[in-house]
Antibody, heavy 120, light 107 residues
């Protein structure tokens, strides 16, 4: 079955760039679907960040600023997220997930998430 | 931008009772492009319902979704101990967004 696993540093300093990777197993991302990123600040709700196709086509949440950049590496069956100029407000659990039905459908399955704290 | 408002914020019920969760959209959600997720503490959300009323694979039939336009409902017919969790709705009709969540807690 399809499984996703996020990886990245648990702690990032303010103003630096956060980099996360999602490794997909049980399915080749080159076979289709968009692949997405979602975050959840501690004790709060979910926020859709964006999604990416194996071709590199991306969809970003227009409600968020342009600090996010997504990329894909089909040779490693991975996709990645970068967030520049982080602040404490970017502290959250970051999830990756498969997006069903184009670039902005429902999400299934999800990775377990990785907590990223922004602190000096 | 479609904003989703979930109510109530917290629902206190006993095992065996029926739970009715509401998700209201600020504009019509076309083609019933609405999903529901369950999230337990320390876990990732899990897809329950998509297309407003289609159950995801492996989801028990005590979970059902209904609604269209701007008003959607998730119903849990008889609460099992493992159903106490936070539930989120998500629309994918336009720029995708989640509701604020409803916590179903044990009374």
């Amino acid at each position: 079955q399809v499984q996703l696993q996020e990886s990245g540093p648990g702690l990032v300093k303010p103003s630096e760039t956060l980099s996360l990777t999602c490794t997909v197993s049980g399915y080749s991302i080159s076979s289709g679907y968009y692949w997405g990123w979602i975050r959840q600040p501690p004790g709060k709700g979910l926020e859709w960040i964006g999604s990416i196709y194996h071709s590199g086509n991306t969809y970003y949440n227009p409600s968020l600023n342009s600090r996010f950049t997504m990329s894909v590496d089909t040779s490693k069956n991975q996709f990645s997220l970068k967030l520049s100029s982080v602040t404490a407000a970017d502290t959250a659990v970051y999830y990756c997930a498969r997006v069903v039905r184009s670039s902005s459908g429902w999400l299934d399955p999800w990775g377990r998430g990785t907590l990223v704290a922004v602190s000096s | 931008e479609i904003v989703l408002t979930q109510s109530p914020g917290t629902l206190s019920l006993s095992p065996g009772e029926r739970a009715t969760l509401s998700c209201r959209a600020s504009q019509s959600v076309s083609s019933s492009y609405l999903a529901w997720y369950q999230q337990k503490p320390g876990q990732a959300p899990r897809l329950l319902i998509y297309g407003a009323s289609s159950r995801a694979t492996g989801i028990p039939d005590r979970f059902s979704g209904s609604g269209s336009g701007t008003d959607f409902t998730l119903t849990i017919s008889r609460l099992e101990p493992e159903d106490f969790a936070v539930y989120y709705c998500q629309q994918y009709s336009s720029s995708p967004a989640f509701g604020g969540g409803t916590k179903v807690e044990i009374k």
